[in-house]
């Protein structure tokens, strides 16, 4: 797992313990200071490929 994608899933994480539910994917970006939701969308499914998260 690559830094970047550590970082996303430490914030949906995170995100979810305090708020109770699932970030949406403006917030991972904000959270996690990308500029564009293809970016969130791109570690999303390497993550979800990689048998991190289920969506």
Do not use: N, W
């Amino acid at each position: 797992m690559t830094p970047k994608q550590k970082k996303v899933l430490d914030f949906i994480s995170r995100y979810r313990e305090r708020q109770g539910y699932q970030p949406t994917q403006q917030e991972i970006a904000r959270g996690c200071g990308f500029e564009s939701l293809g970016t969130v969308q791109h570690y999303l499914r390497v993550l979800e490929r990689d048998g991190h998260l289920s969506r």
